[in-house]
């Protein structure tokens, strides 16, 4: 690194004897001794260095004005066309731009100039040339105008989102409230010229580098990222707009690098996320777009009508595609369901009737030619992310939709895999279907569909698979055998069991011990009836095959293991449950006394109970 005092001299000869080239020089010793902080990728985090480059005061007097007039001398010459001199100029002076916003204290200042206004003016225009398609465009080398774009984009990103909370976003690493609020310099106000210059480069676009596009993408998502009050001036009708084009000509590839097509899809998709998550934390007179406008066109997206395509796109190769990014869509309504206000956006989702465009969409799926499962698993894995921890949200599927209708449309895809089914169990436990003993039952309607799928399973390791998970997590203590016994499972169970012969002797052995378990806790007589019914045969002198477990069931049943425990009793599981006494006044007489056993089952273990936010339940 050269010393303070030669910088000085070499911009004090440039202003004696207005030579450029001194200029020049300058920059390009300036910017050679901060290399290090040019980290112009947006797909790598940036790099830790201990030095940081100097601060405004410390740099020559006059120096920001004179810089200004040098860009804007070379914005005024770009309609005739840059020389070479020029363009390296131009980018030296970005270069120095983005090395002076990586001392964030120079943010500020550097954001309330012009120099971002010229920068996406030539910026706009180097676009509109790379945009064309011309025999001179193929002849150039076009390296040094995308050059120019990406430092720019860059310059945009250390002025909007100075501490590179978007990088750290799509690497996987969330930033915690606290984390944020250490964050002591705030972003650059946003300028107007962005959503126009955002909108009007993807006017057009099919000849522009899918990576620069993905470049456009990135700085979008640093802005939402970088702070609220600019992420709300820059979700407008027209970036949604942009985003929903987008991502539409995503499953048309044509010639395009499909890593690149790809990966394109993906920041769209985390942009919309972004949006999504900051819209949830603003007022309605703060928002230019509603969340719900957002979703309705999502949906639309989703469940795009691919029959009106022409014939010549509508190839197995597009189908793959197609269904790829529907798989890309439906795991992204995962991730924006992933967020401190989850209560407020399922409402949002609910209003949406996203039950019905999902079940429409596994419903219309049907006329491809295969990769059907990875969506149905994606499917189910949206359901379960809408219904999460959400009784009401819940209550509208079973109303709406039904686990009957879900049923069926699923068996119409052909044989489930084990993915699928295990999916379903993850939406029964709202978690990790393998962590048997920490998750309880929280939606018990998908245990009953995987009851009455098991004659239809083909595999009979499947059939093993599914009846020995339901045996151990549906009697794995009172609380999951009573809401098992409450959805009428038993009968479930008796009228899968009349399917015998399409049942492995394991798979049926595994439902009869549940059935057992959840007759220790409550059997009626129309259960029972149907069970001792269950073992007729057509010949009289031949036993069923389930004669002999029946018995053992029955028998576990009336027998009294441990301590009696009483009959009937009040469930207070849930964190509201309580038992009310009548008012004062509706005593007989001064007084009265309420005498009950209280016990206490081990509860299930939740990443809530060990959050800040986890209840203890008192006894008074």
Known sequence: ?????????????????????????WLDSFVSSYEQFLDVDFEKLPTRVDDVPPGISLLPDNILQVLRLQLLQCVQKMSDGLEEQQQALSLLLVKFFIILCRNLANVEEIGMCSYINHVITMTTLYIQQLKSKTKEKEMADQTPIEEFVRHALAFCESLYDPY???????AGRLLSTVERSRQKYKPASLTVEFVPFFYQCFQESEHLKESLKCCLLHLFGAIVAGGQ?????????????????????CDNWDDRNPEEVSRKAELTLKCLTEVVHILLTSSSDQRQVETSTILE??????NSDHSALPNARRCRQWEKRFIALQVQMLNTITAMLDCTDRPVLQAIFLNSNCFEHLIRLLQNCKVFQGHLDCLAVSTIQALTAVMHKSPAAKEVFKERIGYAHIYEVLKSLGQPSRELLEELMNMAVEGDHMAVGMLGISNVQPLLLLIQWLPELESHDLQIFISSWLRRICSINRQSRATCVNANMVIRIIETLNSHSALHSSCAENLIALLGSLGSQSMGSEELFRLIRLLRTEEPRQAHPYVVPVMRAVLAMARKQGMASALQYFNLYHSMAGIAVPSIHKWPGSAFS?????????????????????KRKQLY
Not at 2 to 25: E, H, R, T, W
């Open 594 to 614: 309420f005498n009950a056993w209280l016990c206490l089952d081990q509860d299930q273990v939740t990443p809530s109970m060990t959050s800040k936010n986890s």
């Open 229 to 249: 009050r600019n992420a709300l001036q820059a979700v407008s009708p027209a970036t949604m707009e942009v985003l929903m084009r987008v991502l539409a000509d």
């Open 164 to 170: 590179r909370n978007w990088r750290q976003r799509i």
């Open 297 to 302: 066109n999502y949906f639309k997206l989703l």
């Open 1 to 25: 690194m050269i010393s303070g005092a030669v910088f000085y001299n070499m911009f004090f000869l440039f202003l004696s004897q207005k030579d450029p080239d001194y200029l020049k020089l």
